[in-house]
Nanobody
Framework: VQLVESGGGLVQPGGSPRLSCAASGFIFSSYDMSWYRQAPGKVREMVAGITFSGGSTKYADSVKGRFTISRDNGKNTMYLQMNSLKPEDTAVYYC??????WGQGTQVTVSS
């Protein structure tokens, strides 16, 4: 199992980056997937989840209405569209499958 996150960086408040998670080593289309984040000094928290088919999603209250999780099973890739970013969204963002290790994460820093 390998998960590789990308798309992070320095973003201005209000920005709209899209994170990607490239998955390999398992049958991606068979598993629900999630995005997590960990801010400095804080516990890692789940941000969004999506079922194996993409038919159902869920979000943390803190990002509901601003973030959208999606997946392309043909490309073994999951996405997190982030809109209206706030400084408190600054964190390392990780994708996670129910099996295997965490990826290396991608840093998102929201600052002017």
């Amino acid at each position: 199992v390998q998960l590789v996150e990308s798309g992070g960086g320095l973003v201005q408040p209000g920005g709209s980056p899209r994170l990607s998670c490239a998955a390999s080593g398992f049958i991606f289309s068979s598993y629900d997937m999630s995005w997590y984040r960990q801010a400095p000094g804080k516990v890692r928290e789940m941000v969004a989840g999506i079922t194996f088919s993409g038919g159902s999603t869920k979000y943390a209250d803190s990002v509901k209405g601003r973030f959208t999780i999606s997946r392309d099973n043909g490309k073994n890739t999951m996405y997190l569209q982030m809109n209206s970013l706030k400084p408190e969204d600054t964190a390392v963002y990780y994708c996670k499958a129910p099996i295997g290790p965490w990826g290396q994460g991608t840093q998102v820093t929201v600052s002017s």
